[in-house]
């Protein structure tokens, strides 16, 4: 059973950084395609970042000067790396992944719809006060 596993939401104030982590289990059968999305209260869900098995990556325009993702195949662990966060960046993130790329790829890059994703982990809360 392929499990996702995130960490490192909290608190921080305005122009802060926080690093969250995806840890990856029972997915060695598949390309290790993986992304991150956040869902602000009271609003759809929306892609953030995504990372392929080669390392080729794709965000979302308004977090591309902001966020980083990177990933730690031996670990099988996916990073986002945000830096510079705005009050506006408040959300639960999640991690997610999928055996078909291009379903992360669409869904973070042409805003397609997500619902379709595989796996999904359950969240963690990133709160940014100004």
């Known amino acids: 059973e392929v499990q996702l596993v995130e960490s490192g939401g909290g608190s921080a104030q305005s122009g802060g950084s926080l690093s969250l982590s995806c840890s990856v289990s029972g997915a060695a059968h598949w390309s290790f395609c993986m992304g991150w999305f956040r869902q602000i209260s009271g609003k759809e869900r929306e892609g953030v970042a995504n990372i392929d098995d080669h390392g080729a990556t794709i965000y979302t325009k308004s977090e591309k000067d902001r966020f980083t993702i990177s990933k730690d195949n031996l670990k099988n662990i996916r990073y986002l790396q945000m830096n510079n966060l705005r009050p506006e960046d408040t959300a639960m993130y999640y991690c997610?992944?999928?055996?078909?790329?291009?379903?992360?790829?669409?869904?973070?890059?042409?805003?397609?719809?997500?619902?379709?994703?595989?796996?999904w982990g359950k969240g963690t809360l990133v709160t940014v006060s100004s």
């Open positions: 997610a992944g999928d055996p078909t790329p291009e379903r992360l790829f669409l869904a973070v890059g042409a805003g397609a719809n997500s619902d379709g994703i595989s796996y």
